[in-house]
């Protein structure tokens, strides 16, 4: 029988069927790949299949398997031990750079696993950033103190848009109830909108609340498109004509600064104006016939239970009873405004509402 040379190996070293029978090659299993490599680094199919725990006779099986599985000889008997075929060297380089790369799968995924349940990746809106969560995340941290937990500060889209895309595992946002596709949710409290002026504007003094037709009629300063404040003045205004703006701003702090340097009223939620309003910088002013109430939810995917530090943090934010001020009534006096800010306590849905 005629030979030819083809890459450095005789024919009858690359196929396992003379007849030219053979089927195509198959993907081979991991298992017989370290089985090959062993035999290559111990040059005995007996001392493979010690390293494995397994008997020679089943070693020597699962190498003619695999063999037959490629369609090429691997390996030459001798009486010395076991050899290499130049293909079979050629597969034993290909075998190890698999077995490399399917080791770092299983390391990826222990170490995301770890991650699982010692990382807490959380998106929140800036009023659940800046005012509840520290507290939320403060029991966390007492009750596990190796936990690691990064915070995404954004508007109420962006937090969606971040637990749709799945780069947090739980999210805090702001705004109308309504149904969010592919997203489940809870309410875990709610905060009340202010409208707040400088303590000489006009609207500081008055005894009779604004109503949303004035409202609607005035330009105010206000967050920005994509947040839930913003959302919730602007549902609220619909029907009065709309939201007139003199300035939209990227967070309540600029609000609040805007406000205080007379730039106009300013609507935001009430827990962040409470320090401005409680030291004489911004004086509240009461609203009549709209509702600027909205609820705090937790937004997770549907098709994700959560982890157990993620459920962990649902649970405090749920109990929490956090201080939320309420916009007070119209007062006779400016002394009286002052001394008329009281607080209430979020609670979940049907929960009692805490001590002022």
Known sequence: ???????????????????????GPGAPELAELALLVAVAETG?????????????????????ALEH?????????????????????????????????????????????????SHLRIAASFTVSEHLLPTWIGAI?????????????VNSARVLAAVRDRRVDLGFVEGPERELSGLRTETVGVDELAL????????????????????AATELVVREPGSGTRAVIDAALAPFGGTRRRLELGSSAAVLGAARSGEG????????????VAHGELALVAVDGLNLRRPLRAVWPADVALSRLAAHLLATARQSAVPVPRVPAPRVADSLQRKAWETESIRPLGGSPGAP
């Open 1 to 23: 029988m005629a030979l030819r040379k083809r890459g450095g190996a005789r024919a009858e070293d690359n196929a396992t069927d003379p007849g030219g029978t053979q089927e």
């Open 44 to 64: 005995s199919m007996g001392q493979a299949a010690a390293r494995h725990g397994l008997t020679q006779p089943a070693v020597s099986m699962r190498m003619s």
């Open 69 to 117: 599985r490629l369609g090429l000889k691997l390996l030459r008997r001798e009486l010395t031990g076991t050899r290499l075929t130049a293909v079979g060297e050629e597969i034993v380089t290909a075998a190890r750079t698999v077995l490399g790369a399917s080791a770092a799968l299983v390391a990826v995924a222990a170490r995301h696993r770890a991650e699982s349940v």
């Open 141 to 153: 941290q007492a009750d596990a103190p190796g936990v690691c937990l990064t915070l995404e500060v």
């Open 196 to 215: 707040v002026v400088p303590p000489g504007h006009p609207w500081a003094r008055r005894c009779r609340p604004v109503s949303g037709t004035e409202l």
């Open 265 to 276: 009223p300013a609507v935001l939620s009430a827990l962040a104006a409470a320090d401005a």
